[in-house]
């Protein structure tokens, strides 16, 4: 045997164990198998099923794994997640401080704001001489003349760099300038004939600390070139709760220097931005007390200060004010020494003002112009053009509507707009009533006021004017039908197991139903919103709460009420006028419906013994809308605008089949069915009065409730059987069979309302007891039918061609007999009129003998004491005689 076959056995009688425990192998035999070829080793480990990497590893020694978690992490949140939830919170807090300061922000922290997307160290930095080498730098030595070489020659540990043939040379601490200078003399020392040029490559990195009030605080590679703003770049920036004027630059837990951003921000000096080195550590304190100042300068913020500051200080760290400005009336917001807000000005063209000293927590508000002088009039609500515009003296209303089309908006109300007008001497507020369309047709004319100093006019919507209203209605109505059409659809799957087919259906259903919804734009929606905003009801709430609250005894509030059939009832300013038609405009005028004939007038009187009574006074409309009389109202009239009676109600009913002139025709109260048939022509040659069909409205929804009321109490009998399981051998589940046949036809069915009359005797016998209409009756009159219909628990279901002298059992045999869920005792017939002909009220039924009449149907019930067990209850047969009763009326039609 030789050597390597004497190895290989020994190998074997070693690897085998392997094979039945972890048996160790000796470290010999372990180095003897890796120093084999790696085609035996394969070899042997496929032949003795062992792990190669296992000997490989040495055997039962254990390896450290390759990761190592060290710290297992607290939660599986993962490190974006957690971020984001951090900045959702921080912009929760920074909206929460905007809210209260009044929507101001904090100045300069937008600047460093942001995401750094590598931690690499910047590189593409031009490098100064005076740049301090170190550990890391990269020199690159370009040598030319009798020898040409390009050299890169990093910086060691410990400073020096491995000159080719030269020996090392010392550069860490010398300046970028001093290292070059030494390296040229030195190649034209050792190499004669050759010149040196001498530039940086790679520069090393160095690790910072960004700390305090950093958005991302911790331990940062920046280059070595970075300064502090680089860092607080790669940091993301501060967060508003840290200072921008007192940024520390620390190294080796010592202040060497401090930042104000403020002179980077608003001035663009860059001296205080010092040059970074490794272990710095750049601190940002807490925020420093702030200062708001906001209205008529160019920067409104929240502004950080440093040492005091003066008014006129604040105001050019603003950006300065704009010539909209006021600045002799600056208000100043500040907490006193008890802790309260108070008010106070100062005057910002006196040396006094320019030096007042602000504090910690003040608000200053820059006025404007237009807010301190009033040289302007003001236009609100549905304008093309809204806001302020500069008074002159004698302008009138059509100064600033000259064109209807051009200067209001398509929902705007032209007839009816109101002017408010402030007393420059008492401060009330008064109201004008103006017509839109008159000041820009009648300019200069008694209908166009002449404006005053800081009037405004109001100019109203009129939604009916626009489609937007209603197709926002439609809008709803759609998504509510979607929603109901999903639980049907979600209801329909859990009662039975629909096919992929049939619930792809129902799918499309719900999408085509989504599709057909009218949605509004965003557009669409913001203007609606404003028109909503321009109705009277909001628009003029501000004025009559000041109408209320600056009256008093001698000079009452300036509102009257409106109620009754005008288009927008409510409480409205009286006009200076106080004239009853422009309350009736303001309104927005009279319905349709209005009754001309008289209104009331309600007004409050002192009593003779100082008690208020109320007066009624009836007042003839139509007089004061002709302009033939003039009413003026008081404050807090009420006026009453009544309605025509019955002025909505239309009644209409629906003659079908074989009238003569059939269709919808309108009726009056009390008038009956005969009446209705003999406007209509009366009934045609073929028409089959008995087979008619008379059907009510609130006979359908009563109908309706019944049907829902049943579903809802079969699908608590079928859940029951379910849950009882099939333990009766078979007849639990031809139970759970049955009942959801029930429960389809009744899901099925639709309420007809079908009321029985004898039409024979409404046309024929003055004697009939009349048939009063109701709204939304229908009469189908068919023509003479032919059959006699088997409908229900029969083999057979369907309709035989009448027969002279053929009875109920031979029409009952034509279909095949009952069922065996048949109940044989109940059978009963269907007339063709809708009346029902019962066995125990029938004195012919003994033997079922009896012949039939066409049109007639024969229902077979289902057994309903064969489901006792499942406590049904009699409605179940009521349902399906109601079903019976419309299939008959519609087969027959």
């Keep these: 045997m030789t050597l390597k076959q004497k190895l290989l056995t020994a190998l074997a009688a070693t690897l085998l164990p392997l094979t039945i425990s972890a048996q160790s192998i000796s470290q010999s035999q372990i180095e003897q198998f890796k120093n084999m070829p790696r085609a035996q080793q394969e070899a042997l480990a496929r032949q003795y099923g062992v792990d190669l990497d296992t000997i490989r590893g040495g055997g039962s020694q254990q390896q450290r794994p390759d990761n190592v978690n060290v710290v297992e992490p607290l939660s599986s949140i993962s490190d974006e997640e957690r971020e984001q939830a951090r900045q959702r919170d921080e912009q929760e807090r920074e909206e929460e401080e905007e809210r209260k300061n009044g929507g101001l922000k904090p100045f300069g922290y937008e600047l460093f704001e942001g995401t750094s997307t590598t931690f690499a160290p910047v590189t593409e930095i031009p490098v100064p001489v005076n740049y301090t080498l170190g550990p890391g730098d990269v020199l690159r030595v370009q040598l030319w003349g009798k020898e040409n070489q390009q050299l890169e020659l990093p910086i060691s540990r410990d400073g020096t760099i491995s000159f080719p043939d030269s020996?090392?040379?010392?550069?860490?601490?010398?300046?970028?300038?001093?290292?070059?200078?030494?390296?040229?003399?030195?190649?034209?020392?050792q190499y004669i004939g050759v010149e040196a040029s001498v530039s940086l490559g790679e520069l090393r990195s160095m690790r910072v600390f960004v700390l305090g009030e950093a958005r991302k605080p911790g331990s940062y590679s920046v280059s070595s070139l970075s300064t502090i703003t680089n860092a607080l770049y790669v940091s993301g920036g501060i967060k508003k709760t840290g200072s921008l004027r007192q940024v520390q630059h620390k190294r080796d837990g010592k202040v060497i220097g401090t930042l104000d951003l403020y002179d980077l921000l608003l001035k663009g000096d860059t001296s205080a931005d010092r040059r970074l080195q490794p272990g710095d550590a750049i601190f940002i304190p807490p925020v420093g007390p702030?200062?708001?100042?906001?209205?008529?300068?160019?920067?409104?913020?929240?502004?950080?200060?440093?040492?005091?500051?003066?008014?006129?200080?604040?105001?050019?760290?603003?950006?300065?004010?704009?010539?909209?400005?006021?600045?002799?009336?600056?208000?100043?917001?500040?907490?006193?020494?008890?802790?309260?807000?108070i008010v106070a000005e100062a005057n910002l063209t006196t040396p006094q003002g320019q030096q007042a000293r602000v504090k910690p927590g003040d608000r200053i508000d820059v006025a404007s112009i237009a807010d301190i002088t009033g040289q302007y009039v003001e236009i609100k609500g549905a304008a093309t053009r809204p806001g302020r515009y500069a008074w002159i003296p004698g302008m009138r209303a059509s100064s600033l509507i000259q064109s209807i089309q051009n200067d209001l908006?398509?929902?705007?109300?032209?007839?009816?707009?109101?002017i408010v007008r402030v007393d420059e001497d008492t401060d009330r507020i008064s109201t004008l009533a103006v017509n839109l369309r008159k000041v820009a047709s009648l300019p200069g004319s008694e209908h166009d006021p002449v404006l005053q100093e800081r009037d405004?006019?109001?100019?109203?919507?009129?939604?009916?004017?626009?489609?937007?209203?209603?197709?926002?209605?439609?809008?709803?109505?759609?998504?509510l039908a979607v929603e109901r059409l999903e639980e049907r659809n979600k209801r329909q799957q859990n009662q039975q197991n629909l096919s992929e087919q049939e619930k792809v259906r129902l799918e499309e259903e719900k999408w085509l139903a989504i599709l057909e919804r009218e949605a509004l734009t965003e557009e669409?929606?913001?203007?609606?919103?404003?028109?909503?905003?321009?109705?009277?009801?909001?628009?003029?709430?501000?004025?009559?709460?000041?109408?209320?609250s600056q009256a008093t005894p001698r000079y009452p509030a300036q509102v009257v009420e409106v109620n009754g059939e005008v288009r927008y009832p409510g409480e409205y300013p009286l006009p200076l006028s106080h004239d009853l038609t422009a309350v009736i405009t303001l309104a927005g005028g009279l319905k349709d419906s209005a009754s001309m004939l008289t209104a009331e007038l309600a007004r409050i009187e002192e009593g003779d013994r100082g008690d208020a009574r109320t007066t009624i006074q009836q007042i003839d409309l139509a007089a004061i809308v002709a302009g033939q009389q003039r009413i003026n109202l008081q404050s807090r009239d009420t006026l009453l605008i009544k309605p025509i009676p019955d002025f909505d109600k239309k009644f209409r009913v629906t003659l079908e089949g074989e009238v003569r002139f059939p269709g919808e025709y309108t009726f009056g109260e009390g008038e009956t069915l005969s009446d209705v048939l003999e406007r209509a022509g009366g009934l045609t040659d073929n028409a089959f009065p008995r087979g008619a069909v008379f059907t009510r409205k609130k006979l359908r929804e009563l109908e309706a409730e019944r049907l829902r009321e049943a579903e809802e109490r079969l699908q608590g009998d079928l859940l029951g059987v379910q849950l009882q399981g099939d333990s009766f051998g078979g007849q639990n589940a031809n139970r759970v069979q049955q009942v959801q046949g029930l429960l389809e036809d009744v899901q099925n069915s639709r309420p007809l309302g079908r009321m029985v009359i004898d039409l024979e005797a409404v046309v024929s016998n003055e004697n009939y007891q009349a048939i009063r209409l109701q709204d939304g009756d229908a009469l189908t009159v068919p023509t003479m039918p032919q059959s006699v219909t088997v409908l229900g628990e029969v083999q057979y279901p369907t309709s035989h061609l009448h027969s002279n002298g053929v009875t109920v059992d031979d029409y009952l045999e034509r279909s095949g007999g009952p069922t065996r869920q048949a109940d044989e005792t109940r059978v009963y017939v269907v007339k063709a009129d809708g009346s029902v002909m019962l066995p125990k009220e029938s004195r012919w039924w003994g033997g079922r003998s009896q012949t039939l009449q066409p049109g007639d149907t024969i229902i077979v019930p289902i057994d309903v004491d064969r489901l006792n067990q499942l406590e049904l209850w009699s409605n179940v047969s009521q349902i399906i005689y109601q079903m019976a009763l419309g299939a008959a009326a519609v087969g027959n039609l």
């Design 167 to 189: 020996g090392p040379v010392s550069v860490a601490g010398l300046s970028f300038d001093e290292a070059r200078q030494q390296i040229k003399k030195r190649v034209s020392e």
């Design 290 to 341: 702030r200062v708001g100042i906001d209205g008529e300068v160019y920067r409104p913020a929240l502004y950080e200060l440093d040492g005091e500051t003066s008014l006129q200080q604040l105001v050019r760290l603003a950006g300065g004010m704009t010539p909209q400005a006021y600045p002799q009336r600056v208000k100043i917001e500040r907490t006193n020494d008890e802790f309260l807000r």
């Design 409 to 418: 908006e398509p929902a705007a109300d032209t007839t009816s707009a109101l």
């Design 456 to 479: 405004r006019l109001y100019i109203f919507s009129d939604l009916d004017k626009t489609d937007l209203d209603e197709r926002k209605l439609k809008h709803e109505e759609h998504k």
């Design 524 to 548: 669409e929606e913001q203007k609606l919103l404003n028109l909503r905003q321009w109705q009277r009801e909001p628009m003029l709430a501000g004025v009559i709460q000041r109408l209320k």
